[in-house]
């Protein structure tokens, strides 16, 4: 490697350290000193490249005004939620991590129920077997209670064919003809009091394919029924629900051979009509489309289009939902070279605006089919299957925070990332449960990012993201999330009041660890998330170091739309 990229990178780490440590901390907010040190750094810097490459000088972006910004809207208290995928819950085949991390897993005997079950044009030796996920872990529910409130979704393609048994009886040792898997009692059990304990709504969808249907290929409610009586019986609640998951992939997942729009729609309506009498207060999301907009992820033949879908259901849904994915991870390569991304374009402009044009493209349909309604996101992470190897690091973390930020701005009311636990995208490691840096910067988002969402009146910057929230359980109080993606540049801004500041970076934008203010964050030796403890940030100037996410907590606001 050029020895100047190597000062050069040395020279930006250190900014980073600098700016964000404890004990430089109260000079460095003065901006004389502050000023003086970044400009020997970045000269330190224009030095090592030899005029090759630009410095990493300090842009100055101007003033905010917590105090006057306007509210756009709000989002929903449980906005932040999480998939836990049907098949994670049953135990079967679900995508391969990279790494063979699942190393435990693989080692787990496949009962002779669960059937290779695997989506229709995609490569078996993508998949690996899974155990069933043990959702009373004690240090799973302390992690996933400490995002709550929240949506837990169980669904996903596999959910398309679950048969539920529904008796105490272990198994049968073959899953029904039209149906690929077994949910026992017992499993969907563990569903709802995982649901109970960490404060998570359960969100689901029902099975679709040819199990449940009639001799004329109609769907049939008795498996929804029995699910649904049965989440009663046992005190748990569906707050939400699907019918199908990814109906514009039908035929990949699992649907009767020619189905189409019309079979979609003669179907909605059917379940429609049992969930209104069956379960009235639960809201019915659709249609749960993926795959479309700007850039889509061809398939080949057999995509159904959500424009079909919505005129033969007509105006139906309480909610109108989509899924979110940006590309294809590199297991799915065979997709096309249109579907994928790469590491190196993680931080780009291109890349971090991609949700908002595929939002954009579901907003218009919501708009012109079902007016009026909530925008839900019910499935979304880095990339489609299982997610790319850098899902897992501190890259992801621009992307995760700049999605969730720009399309509340945009009305999206949740946003379920897919999965809490399993595979590349998870929040946690699916063996350890230990946290990735996604899930720590969820923490932070939950603890710091209030329902009210706020303009913060900045003019686009190439690579700086501003974003504006009220302040967690703080009348008055702003929360100011700025996300510096830029890999070379030092910015600044001026703020007139006080805040606490939570900056995250990383040595390496690889790397499966994350620092805030300087320090890496692990759990406690009881398990327990650390407190999270703010670094004291005095009105003027803040500067912002490259490749790195802060959030602004400042209190003392007084912004009128935060009472």
Known sequence: MNPSVNLRSSVNGLIRNLLVDDEFGSILRKRATRSIVVYVLATISVLGDAGCSKASGTVRLGSLAPASMPRLGTVDERFESYN??????????????????????????????????????????????????DLSNPRLVKLAAALGPAYVRVSGTWANSAYFQDSDNPAAANAPSGFSGVL??????????????????????????????????????????????????????????????????????????????????RDVAAFRTFLRMTAPDTLFLGPGSVGEGPIAMPMGSGVLKSEDLLH????????????????????????????????????????LSRPEEI????????????????????????????GNPWASTFLDTFRYLVQHASLAQRGVKVIMHNTLASSDYGLLDENTFAPRPNYWAALLWRRLMGATVLDPHTSPIPNVHVYAHCLQNHP????????????????????????????????????????????????????????????????????????????????????????
């Open 84 to 133: 836990i995928e049907m098949v994670e819950v049953i135990g079967g085949r679900f995508w391969k991590p990279y790494s063979g991390s699942a190393a435990s897993n693989t080692k787990a005997q496949r009962p002779a129920q669960q059937k290779d079950f695997t989506p229709a044009g995609i490569d078996p030796n993508l998949y690996q077997y899974r155990a069933p996920i």
């Open 184 to 265: 026992t009692r017992k499993e969907w059990k563990g569903v709802v009091d995982f649901s109970h304990s960490v404060g998570a709504e359960i969100v689901t969808s029902v099975a679709t394919g040819p199990g449940p249907r009639d001799a004329q290929g109609v769907w049939t409610s008795d498996q929804a029924r029995q699910l649904f009586g049965y989440t009663k019986s046992i005190g748990g609640k569906i707050a939400a629900t699907e019918f199908m998951n990814e109906p514009t992939y039908a035929a990949m997942g699992g649907a009767p051979k020619g189905y189409d729009a019309a079979s979609y729609g």
């Open 312 to 351: 033969a259901t007509g105006p139906l849904f309480d909610v109108f939902s989509y899924h979110l994915y940006a590309a294809a991870s590199q297991r799915c390569a065979s997709m096309g070279a249109s579907s994928q991304t790469t590491a190196a374009a993680a931080l780009s402009q291109e890349w």
């Open 359 to 386: 939002g954009e493209f579901y907003a218009d349909l919501r708009d012109r089919f079902e007016p009026g309604k909530s925008l839900w996101i019910t499935e979304t992470a880095d990339a489609a299957c299982g």
């Open 476 to 563: 008055g109080g702003v929360t100011l999330l700025v996300i510096n993606a830029d890999r070379e540049q030092v910015h600044e801004i001026t703020l007139p009041s006080d805040a606490e500041r939570y900056t995250l970076t990383d040595k390496q934008l690889q790397d499966t660890s994350i620092e805030l203010n300087g320090k890496t964050l692990q759990l406690n030796r009881d398990g327990d998330v650390p407190q999270f403890l703010g670094q004291s940030t005095r009105a003027g100037h803040i500067s912002f170091a490259p490749t790195s996410i802060t959030f602004l907590a400042i209190t003392n606001a007084e912004n009128r739309n935060c009472h």
